[in-house]
């Protein structure tokens, strides 16, 4: 049953099914809430970027003219990075985290949001809290599961365009290699020392996808438990149903406007340590040479 929560019952760690039977539908069980709300946020990017290209001109309108600043920031800011021989190859693929992860962020603030879906319980009077079992939508960037893949899609990239843009034994004495130009007798004292320094640094690279994966899914899922917990604290410390409907909207208010910041800022950060990931890996022969 179809229902609607007064007060919605916060996120789970796993993202449930849309199908409750899904045994009894092929591939059923692996379409998500959340990949549900992934690909409305993809097709909804699609048709912004669509209805602000579709007339390209010299003298660009506003869609256009949005649509090119928007463009034209984050080409500057990621060539800064990456620097002027990686960004042609990464920019679109950055760009587009980026934009993927900022919509969805902001997506999960948008009116019934984890408060619509399906229920078991039969409807109650108004204002009552009815729990709803599986919601119909959940942020993208709130199940763990979107959050890493997008982590090993990025570091797979990586290794292909530090590999093919360094070479595979410049990748290798990059990472074990003794750094500082040391000649002589010292070269070889040194020579375990940064072998030690290079299985650490292999091991680093290994959590690198985690620790991407887990800021992310970490800070958007608190916040969305945050925000449960201030609509319905009116409703836990039971207070009248009228006052516990005012402090549901008053209350969460403050920290709306929080989790748009933390939207932008975790989207900044993810895109950003990417860039800087890619700039460590592909601009050492440079640094080497100077």
């Known amino acids: 049953m179809l229902s609607h929560s007064f007060i919605a019952a916060g996120l789970t760690l796993d993202a449930p099914s849309l199908f409750k039977n899904g ?18 946020v993809s097709i909804f990017v699609i048709w912004i970027c669509r209805r602000a290209t579709v007339n390209m001109s010299l003298i660009p309108n506003r869609k256009q003219n949005a649509f090119e600043a928007i463009v034209q920031t984050l080409y500057d800011t990621l060539e800064g990075i990456v620097g002027k021989h990686m960004i042609a190859r990464t920019f679109a693929f950055l760009a587009t985290l980026f934009v993927f992860i900022l919509v969805s962020n902001w997506f999960a603030l948008l009116p019934g949001v984890g408060s619509i879906g399906w229920s078991d319980q039969p409807p109650g009077p108004f204002l009552s809290h009815a729990r709803v079992d599986t919601p119909l939508l959940r942020p993208t960037t709130a199940d763990m599961n979107m959050t890493l893949a997008m982590a090993i899609l990025f ?41 030690f320094v290079g299985v650490i640094e292999v091991i680093s690279m290994g959590f690198r996808p985690v620790s991407l994966s887990l800021r992310l899914f970490g800070n958007i899922f608190a916040g969305e438990n945050l925000l449960v917990t201030m609509i319905s604290l009116g409703k836990t410390l039971n207070l009248p149903d009228w006052i516990a409907y005012l402090s549901s909207i008053i209350l969460p208010v403050p920290f709306y406007f929080l989790e748009l910041l933390v939207g ?27």
């Not at 009894?24 to 409305?40: C, H, K, M, Q, R």
């Not at 034994?169 to 070889?188: D, E, S, T, W, Y």
């Not at 340590?273 to 700039?279: D, E, F, G, P, T």
Request: hydrophobic share 55%; aromatic share 12%.
């Open 155 to 195: 570091m797979i990239l990586w290794l292909y365009w530090s590999v093919s843009q360094v070479g595979l034994k410049n990748f290798f004495v990059h990472i074990f290699g003794v750094k500082g130009g040391v000649r002589g007798p010292m070269l070889f004292a040194l020579v375990p020392i940064f072998l």
């Open 264 to 290: 932008i800022l975790q989207a900044t950060v993810f895109t950003l340590l990417c860039a800087v990931y890619i700039q460590l890996s592909t601009s050492h022969d440079e640094e080497e040479e100077h």
């Open 23 to 40: 045994a009894e539908i092929p591939l059923a069980d692996s379409l998500t809430n959340s990949i549900f709300v992934g690909v409305l």
